[in-house]
Structure formats: structure tokens, C-alpha cells
């Protein structure tokens, strides 16, 4: 079968990768793809956010499965054009997206289904959002409703900082995504994400993954895309667990029940609270960098598993893990997620893959004509290793870091650290 891939980042290597790896698959396309994923696939040009184009290009290659990675495609509705020309598709349509496209939308869901979520105020006005923030005094968290590259999160531990996050959304700082403000209770504990396949119906939950969304060591510094992760999550205990998995089948149940099809990645952020795990955010698509350690520990086929959600036949399969553990470590350009430069040589890589255990997911490379490996974006590659044990899996990802090199080459060294030490390590 032929599969279209949408994305350019680590994520879509690693899902590139799983998929190429089925039997199932003849022709692998990735739009736009990048320097790793022309190894495992054919990286086309192609507008990955307009629907018609997807659905066509997709028609015209016969493909069988179209697979959507990040969420601006889910949200203008590609996923929607693609089943109507009748392929199957991985991906919720534009309503389903909505978990992720507005916070007002998936907060209301939350409050429909009896989902534990942080209290919160929605606002479309900015004089009442501030005599609101007034009222509540800090802390308090100021979202922009719709989608921000994930800057559209101010987490105010001073009453200015709330004012001026509220100022700011409505300022136009987001476009329309701030014209809508939600304003959340400040929640404390661990973060864990908890991603579940699901097919509308059937819900199975992957593996427990965290992420290290601050750029600098010490989850200090400012918000990335991802500096890393690591799974299982060793902290969670089985009520935490349990109160996860029932976050995300309410959810579901709930879309089913308003008539919203979801067929794809839900991914549930949570926070563990000392009053239990509460959902931070919802993404309709898979975590970046969660799937670069996700998806590795999964041993059933993934375009099967695509195929069961794509077509509604999700209770057909059951999922199978693997029990080694799994780290990530994002190399960045130096200046990420501020200003950095692009086209630095990258050498090492082929070592690094040749240890054992190791796989390097591209996330911001690209290919020059002369065929040599370049910086292209402020995530540059996710170093990616498993082991037996959690400071196996790391020990070797960090191994495998340090042969690797370029210009500017820039990690945290403490991913999965504080989850090593324990559940006190948040205390301290
Ligand atoms: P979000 O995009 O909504 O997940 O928010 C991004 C980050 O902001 C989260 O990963 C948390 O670290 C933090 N955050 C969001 N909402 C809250 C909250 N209600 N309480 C504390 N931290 C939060
Ligand atoms: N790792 C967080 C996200 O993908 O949104």
C-alpha cells in the first residue's frame, strides 16, 4: 500500500521510520519531509495545509493511508477532504481538531464529560479578563484560545505578569488566536503525557511519555518546542494511571456522544496534582519529541494500526509494548528558540547510529545538493536510544549525542533526571 505522510519534523521521522518498517508499505511519501526522512521515504513538495491538494495528491498516487502530523493540517480540515475522496485517514477532521484549535472548546468538552481539568474563565473582552485576573489575584495561566507555536502560554506568578499576557493576547500578539482568552487556575506536580490511540470509539492508551519543554537545564528558561523525553514514566503510580486512561475515554466518549468522529492521536496533557492527575492540554496529534520514544517501544505494526483507527476497527487490535525504556535528546542550534543560524555541516550521525540500540530521528536537517547534511531548523536532530534499564537508555542516547557534531550544537543534560531521582525530586 502507498502512504502519504504530512509533517517535516522529528515526529514524522519516527512515524516515517515505523511506517516504512511494515510489510504493508510499498511507496512512502513525506510532505515536505526533511534530510531524514528522504532515507526511509520520497519527500514531496506539496501544501500540506490545503486540503484539496492533500486529498488529490493522495488520489493520483494511490495511497491507501494518509497519515496527518502536525496539527495546522488537522485544523483547516484536511483530514475531512481525504475521506471524502474515500481514503482512509489518521487524523481527526476540523471539529474533532478543535481539542487542540481552541482551549475555550476543549475546556467546555472537559466540563460536558466530568474531565478533571484546572478551573478557569473564558473572555472575548478584554476589561473583564482584567478585572477578572484582578479579582483571582496570582498565580494564575493566560492562554490565547487557538493555536500559538505553543507561545500562547503565560504562566503568571505576578498579577502584572497576568495583566500583561491578557494585554498581550489582545493586543493581537497571537492574531485571531488571542481573540478568545482562557484564564486557568495555576496547577503544581509533575507533568506526564499520555497519548491513546482511538478510532471514535475504542480507546488504547500508549505508554506514558514526558516531555522537557524549557530550554535550559533545571526546567529553567524559555518554552522550546521540546529539548526531550523519555518512556515509560516511572513516577506515575496505577490510581494516576488509571485516572489518565479515564480522562481520555470520557473524552472520547464525549465527542462520540456530540457526534464528532475522532480518529486519530489524542493526546492528553496532564498534570499530577496532589489532588490527582488533571489535564492541561489536549493535542489531536501526536507529542513532539514523545513519539521519538513512544513509538519505538510499540512492536505491533503501525500502519495496521493506523489502517484499524483510519477505518473504524480499532477493538480488532490490541496493542503490544515493549518493557525497555526509552530516552530523547534534542540537539538544538546554539540561540533556539530565539534567533540561530541554518546550513551548519552535521558529521557523526552514521556513528552514532552504529552503536548499538540507537536510532537518530531528523527533526530540522536538510539534504544540499551535494549531497551533504545540514542545519535547518532550531530542533536539529533527536538522539534517540533504548536500554533495559532508564539509565541504560540514557546513558546511552548521551553516548551517542557526543559523536555527533555541528556548529552551535546545543542539549540539555538533564533529560529524564528528576524522574531518576524520584517523585521527591519535584519537591525540591
Ligand atoms: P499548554 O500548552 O496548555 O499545555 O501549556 C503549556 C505549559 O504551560 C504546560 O506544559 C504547563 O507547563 C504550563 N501550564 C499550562 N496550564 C497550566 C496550569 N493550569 N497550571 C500550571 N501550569 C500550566
Ligand atoms: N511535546 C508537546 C507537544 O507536542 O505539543
Redesign the pocket.
Known amino acids: 500500500m502507498n502512504i502519504l505522510l504530512l509533517g517535516s519534523g522529528g515526529r514524522e521521522h519516527a512515524l516515517a521510520v515505523a511506517l516504512a518498517a511494515s510489510p504493508r508499505c510499498d511507496e512512502l511519501y513525506i510532505a515536505p519531509g526533511n534530510g531524514g526522512t528522504a532515507a526511509v521515504g520520497e519527500n514531496v513538495l506539496l501544501d500540506a495545509e490545503d486540503p484539496a491538494a492533500v486529498a488529490d495528491f493522495a488520489r493520483e498516487t494511490g495511497c491507501g493511508l494518509v497519515v496527518i502530523g502536525p496539527e495546522a493540517p488537522l485544523v483547516v480540515g484536511v483530514a475531512d477532504a481525504v475521506r471524502a475522496v474515500g481514503i482512509p485517514c489518521f487524523g481527526p477532521g476540523a471539529e474533532g481538531a478543535q481539542v487542540e484549535g481552541s ?1 475555550k472548546f476543549s475546556k467546555e468538552l472537559m466540563e460536558r464529560a466530568g474531565v478533571p481539568t ?1 478551573a478557569y474563565a473564558s473572555f472575548t473582552d478584554e476589561a473583564a479578563a482584567l478585572a477578572y485576573v484582578r479579582d483571582q489575584g496570582a498565580p494564575l ?1 493566560v ?1 490565547a484560545d487557538g493555536l500559538a507555536a ?1 507561545k ?2 503565560v ?1 503568571a506568578t505576578e498579577l502584572s505578569q497576568a495583566e500583561d499576557a491578557v494585554r498581550a493576547c489582545f493586543d493581537g500578539a497571537f492574531g485571531k488566536a488571542g481573540a478568545t482568552v482562557v484564564i ?5 506536580g509533575p ?1 506526564c503525557s499520555l497519548l491513546a490511540f482511538t478510532d471514535g470509539e475504542t480507546v488504547r492508551p500508549m505508554c506514558t511519555s514526558q516531555d522537557h ?1 524549557r530550554a535550559l537545564e533545571g526546567d529553567r528558561g524559555p ?1 522550546t518546542g521540546g529539548m526531550g523525553a523519555y518512556a515509560p514514566v516511572p513516577i506515575v503510580t496505577d490510581e494516576e494511571h488509571a485516572a489518565m486512561v479515564d480522562a481520555l475515554e470520557k473524552t472520547v466518549a464525549q465527542l462520540h456522544a456530540e457526534g464528532i468522529d475522532y480518529r486519530g492521536c489524542l493526546y492528553g ?1 496532564f ?1 499530577l496534582t496532589p489532588a490527582g492527575p488533571k489535564v ?2 489536549f493535542n489531536a496529534r501526536f507529542g513532539d519529541p514523545e513519539t521519538q520514544v513512544v513509538i519505538p517501544r510499540l512492536e505491533n505494526d503501525l500502519v495496521e494500526v493506523m489502517l484499524a483507527v483510519a477505518e473504524g476497527r480499532l477493538s480488532e487490535v490490541e496493542l503490544r509494548w515493549s518493557d525497555r525504556w526509552a530516552v530523547t535528546v534534542v540537539l538544538t542550534s546554539a540561540g533556539y528558540p530565539g534567533s540561530y543560524e541554518k546550513g551548519k555541516v552535521i558529521t557523526g550521525v552514521e556513528d552514532a547510529e552504529a552503536m548499538d540500540d540507537v536510532t537518530v530521528y531528523h527533526a530540522g536537517t536538510a539534504l544540499t545538493d551535494a549531497g551533504e547534511l545540514v542545519t535547518s531548523g532550531g530542533r536539529v536532530l533527536d538522539v534517540t536510544a533504548l536500554g533495559d534499564t532508564f539509565e541504560a537508555a540514557r546513558d546511552r542516547a548521551y553516548a551517542a549525542c557526543e559523536k555527533i557534531q555541528f556548529e552551535g550544537k546545543t542539549l540539555r543534560h538533564d533529560i529524564g533526571l528528576r524522574a531518576l531521582r524520584g517523585r521527591a525530586a519535584w519537591d525540591e
Open positions: 482551549k484546572a495561566v492562554k505553543g500562547g502560554v504562566v486557568e487556575e495555576m496547577m503544581t507533568e519543554k518554552n496533557g498534570m492541561l492540554e
